[in-house]
């Protein structure tokens, strides 16, 4: 591949800067579970803890032409990122280029390959990382290729020009910015109170009674769930319980959490596979605050562990999206919800996805108009999805079908081979729960979508409508 320059990428905020500068990095492995360079590539030389802005720089196994051209171009604060597409024989990092890096000020080089030099390397107190040393090195070949910040693979990440980059004794982690600025004001937080939780330690409290735990395990059965019908003979139908109803519209719409347990245990019990609810504030709004969906998602557990519960990213749900990552970073690590939904019609959906997978939960991405596919297919996460949901708006069934078809086209023509699913809302959703049947797409439920059954009449609660569905599915 020719070489290609990318753009310089833009600074790090300074203020971020300076919170990184104060957090323990294991602090962030307790909320994401992306972006942590495979323990193979381990801190070589130098002793200060790395904190910077990604360069990223692409060469080939034997030149390393690229990288010194690149190397004279550096800003202080910049860590370079190196990707040597695989090669561990050749050392592209020595003490030239060390002391190229370290006179102009780079916080640190990582090199998914080898080094050499470390004797002298370590005279410039540059931070240097790599999986070993060799006396085997690149030549200055003049071969075209390789590239200049553009994305890399390094440690089994994919880093981008301008991530942020961060490592110590213990490892490495790149994270674009959006991602570490929601979390770090919790990150900082969880370090501040650690010291009084190991004094408590140390006046003879136990752990799993200071983080939860041993509730937990005492809340443990020894039942075994039945096993479920083969995946392959039956369609996924998701029980949305509750959405933004009120008790006006319905008085079983269930909004306390323990009203959404016994909600999801019931539609599991008549054949949903999956449960998404929304968390209700006793005013009968919708919210993602942390302690919030903490507390729904540890109800819906102590009904039943073996629920798969989520739930939604929706703007509605807080001030807009800046807050809305600052909750999704911030949602206890151990009441996460199993799976939460990003809205394609939504600002920044984007990053709210890149986030949900970082922190760990499963990721299911919604458009509800064809003109929002295109961003979708342009997002990071498309093929990390684990459904993609179908919500024509349209008010019409027929051309609420239509459209869900349209959109399930264009995905499919684009070459994601990810499960679809379809759903309405009231006049619309029996017709498209149907039409996702005869599709081979998966289907929704509850209340959040209908409040009548197929024939019109008033469906009782959750579990009616899972039943309904199960059956027309049988009927195929």
């Known amino acids: 591949m020719p070489f290609h320059a990318g753009p310089a990428p833009e600074p790090l905020d300074p203020e971020l800067l300076e919170k990184l ?21 381990r801190r070589l030389a130098g002793t200060a803890r790395v904190v910077g802005r990604a360069v990223t720089v692409r060469i080939t196994a034997q030149d390393s032409t690229v990288l010194h051209h690149a190397a004279g171009w550096c800003e202080p604060g910049d860590v370079f990122v190196i990707d040597t597409g695989g090669d561990t024989r050749h050392a592209p990092v020595g003490e030239v280029l060390a002391a190229t890096l370290a006179l102009r000020g780079a916080a640190g080089v990582i090199v998914d390959g080898v080094v050499t030099d470390l004797d002298e390397v370590e005279h410039f107190g540059l931070p240097v990382y790599a999986r070993g040393s060799s006396v085997l090195t690149t030549k200055l070949l003049s071969v075209d290729a390789g590239g200049v910040n553009v994305p890399v693979v390094c440690g089994g990440v994919t880093v981008s020009p301008g991530d942020v980059v961060l490592a110590d004794r213990n490892g490495v982690f790149f994270g674009t910015p959006s991602v570490v600025a929601a979390l770090i004001d919790t990150a900082l937080a969880d370090d501040a109170e650690e010291p009084d939780l190991v004094e408590e330690l140390r006046q003879g409290a136990r752990l799993g009674e200071l983080t ?12 075994v769930p039945a096993a479920a019908t083969s995946a392959a003979a039956r369609t996924l139908v998701k029980a949305a319980v509750n959405g933004g109803r009120t008790r006006t519209e319905h008085p079983s719409i269930p909004l306390t959490d323990a009203e ?44 039943d562990p073996s629920i798969v519960v989520g739930t939604t990213t929706g703007l509605w749900t807080c001030s807009g999206h800046e807050e809305r990552m600052r909750h999704l970073a911030a949602w206890p690590a151990d009441a996460l919800p199993d799976f939460a939904s990003v809205a394609f019609s939504e600002e920044g959906a984007a990053e709210a996805a890149e986030l949900v997978l970082a922190r760990g939960m499963v990721l299911e991405s919604a458009v509800w108009h064809l003109d929002e596919v295109p961003a979708l297919l342009a997002s990071p996460t498309l093929h990390r999805n684990v459904r993609i949901l179908i919500e024509p708006e349209d008010e019409d069934p027929a051309e609420a079908v239509a459209h869900a078809r349209a959109i399930a086209a264009a995905v499919r023509a684009a070459g994601v081979t990810t499960p679809l699913l379809y759903h309405g809302y009231d006049a619309t959703a029996w017709p498209l729960v149907r ?10 439920v509850g209340f959040e979508d209908m409040l009548t059954l197929d024939d019109g009449s008033f469906a009782p609660d959750n579990a009616a409508m899972v039943e309904l569905a199960r059956r027309l599915e049988q009927g195929r």
């Open 212 to 223: 939860g735990a041993s509730d937990a395990v005492r809340g443990f059965t020894a039942t």
């Open 260 to 303: 959404i347990a016994d909600a999801a245990r019931a539609s599991v019990a008549a054949g949903a596979d999956v449960v998404h609810a929304h968390v209700r504030t006793p005013d009968g709004g919708q919210t993602i605050a942390p302690d919030a969906v903490a507390a729904m998602v540890r109800a819906v557990k102590a009904a």
């Open 435 to 444: 039409a996702a049947l005869d599709d081979g797409a998966e289907v929704r």
């Open 21 to 41: 500068s104060r957090v323990s990095f294991p602090t962030l492995g307790h909320y994401l579970e992306e972006g942590f360079a495979d323990f193979g590539i």
